[in-house]
């Protein structure tokens, strides 16, 4: 990446942080994606559970191998081959006694909001209660001004190329698969159906936010 937007990443890193701070929520920050990828494994203790869930940003840095090589690790995989749709439902729910939920967020605004949007909720879901603790892989290139741009987004950039990339897996018949962009739709097959808003931790340092300086999922 190139020398002064890693140091403007870096310095707007640095507020946001002390923003999540205030809000009862710890963070760090990495550089790359390499880095982010060892510090969050250096989270994560001998014994503990870790929920997967749908999250572009973990997928690609292969975190969820790592785990699952890893001795003493349980991995609630609900995506295992294999897997009946109800296997898979039942999985979810256990997640929510989880000890840990590492996933991302879809925004994260300049004062330390997390705004996501999720079809069935079992990303947002234990997001909002149930693992003990949240991990969250944010790249910067997710970073905005505020709930207005944050809401734009999703809208323009996240929700239609997770909808394109799922149409094959999912069987997806909506609007922006066809075109690239969002139409508020209301189609059978829609997959944005709950924007949630996190503006703080009930429990401080629940949820803990690796910022990474390089561009990282949608």
Known sequence: MDAPILA????????IM????????ASSYCDTAAQARDEILGRIPDG??????????VVGLGLWEALESRPGVT???????????EQAFDIRRRGFLADVLLTSTNALTLDGR?????????????MLFGPRKVI???????????L????????????????????????LKNPCVEDGRCHNCRSET????AWTVIEGSSVKDRIHVVLVGEDLGY
Do not use: F, H, W
Not at 75 to 85: K, Q, R, T
Not at 136 to 146: E, I, P
């Open 8 to 15: 403007q990443r870096r310095k707007l890193a640095g507020q």
């Open 18 to 25: 002390k923003q999540l701070g205030s809000r009862r929520m």
């Open 48 to 57: 503990a559970s870790v929920l997967r869930c749908g999250s572009e940003s």
């Open 75 to 85: 991995v609630l995989n609900p995506y295992a081959p294999g897997l009946s749709p």
């Open 114 to 126: 997390l705004v996501s949007l999720d079809g069935s909720c079992t990303r947002v879901a234990p």
């Open 136 to 146: 969250l892989l944010v790249g910067m290139n997710k970073v905005v001004a505020d």
């Open 148 to 171: 207005e741009a944050a809401y734009a987004r999703v809208r323009t950039v996240a929700a239609p190329a997770n909808n394109i990339r799922l149409a094959g897996v999912m069987g």
């Open 190 to 193: 829609k997959i944005c159906n």
